[in-house]
């Protein structure tokens, strides 16, 4: 009875060292949700307005003749696929969720170059039978312009030669409760159909049209690590609210489980005095 009673206190005290890890992990993840969802929120505006601004611009050149790769596409059928995943575990399904999607996608493709984002896509893909163009491994913690340019870079050195289409695969930030798995193209831009006007450009029609495309890929691209950021961190902070309710449970349910051991073991205690009290009363 003894034994039995050492052995659920320390698992008590194993499940309250648990605990005691994943509140921690809660409190961390709502806090860097609040951070994300901040510079979600702040950068999201830039994105429409810029391809708003993009589709305007691009209407005119069309009218002008003037074709650009980044919007009017180009010759090779091959696809390069962007992974935005996650560097660590303990967030649910979160990643599993991404490697399907995106492992789907490559079937379907075919003819695919997989960009892994985060060292879960990296360890997932890299014994896939599809080419690791690049990976980002501990790169995005804290999205920043330089890391999209990077992602930007990457993606225009396969395009036009190996690959004639650039998708993400992210986790778009619906709400703090509420996440979703999405495939967005990223080239040839996807712009929103719109009518010429007139518009004074300098230098030139060309030369806009490419400045103004490269900015708006590295601003989406950035858009899109924050969202996956915002989503990732809120789907650990559900993870872990599940695991620290499920080990208050556990301990409730040991707690009671301590006190009945040590309740027997008392009573049986007990009647071993009284025995040995009335033994010694009839000796005597």
């Known amino acids: 009875m003894g034994a039995r009673v050492r052995q659920i206190r320390r698992r008590i005290g194993n499940v309250r060292h648990v605990r005691q890890i994943t509140r921690a992990m809660y409190t961390i993840a709502a806090t ?8 979600l929120v702040a ?22 003749g003037v074709v650009h790769p980044l919007l009017d596409g180009v010759r090779p059928s091959g696809t390069a696929v962007l ?9 649910g399904r979160y ?31 890299r014994r896939g039978p599809w080419p690791l163009a690049a990976s980002y491994v501990h790169t995005y913690d804290q999205p920043s312009p330089e890391v999209a340019r990077r992602m930007r870079d990457d993606l225009l050195a396969l395009y036009g030669r ?26 040839p831009i996807d712009l929103p159909s719109a009518e010429p006007r007139d ?64 309740q027997q073991r008392i009573t049986t205690e007990l009647a071993d005095i009284m025995g040995g009290a009335e033994a010694l009363r009839e000796e005597g």
Request: glycine fraction near 6%.
């Open 32 to 39: 860097q949700v609040v951070q994300r969802k901040r510079a």
């Open 43 to 64: 950068a999201r505006p830039f994105a429409e307005a810029a391809r708003g601004v993009l589709a305007d611009l691009a209407a005119v050149a069309r009218r002008e």
């Open 83 to 91: 992974i935005v995943s996650s560097d660590r575990g303990l967030c």
């Open 95 to 125: 990643a599993s969720d991404l490697h399907r999607r995106g492992t789907e996608l490559a079937r379907q493709w075919g003819e695919v170059r997989i960009l892994a984002g985060g060292d879960k896509a990296y360890h997932h893909f």
């Open 162 to 187: 190996e690959v004639g289409e650039a998708y993400a695969v992210y986790t778009y930030f619906r709400g703090e409760l509420a996440q979703q798995v999405r495939v967005e193209r990223l080239l």
């Open 199 to 262: 518009l004074l450009v300098e230098p030139d029609f060309a030369t806009a049209v490419d400045e103004l495309a490269h900015l708006y890929l590295t601003g989406r691209i950035l858009g899109i690590l924050l969202e996956a950021k915002a989503s990732e961190h809120a789907v650990r902070r559900q993870a872990m609210k599940a695991a620290t309710d499920n080990a208050d449970e556990l301990l409730e349910k040991l707690t009671l489980s301590y006190n009945k051991a040590r």
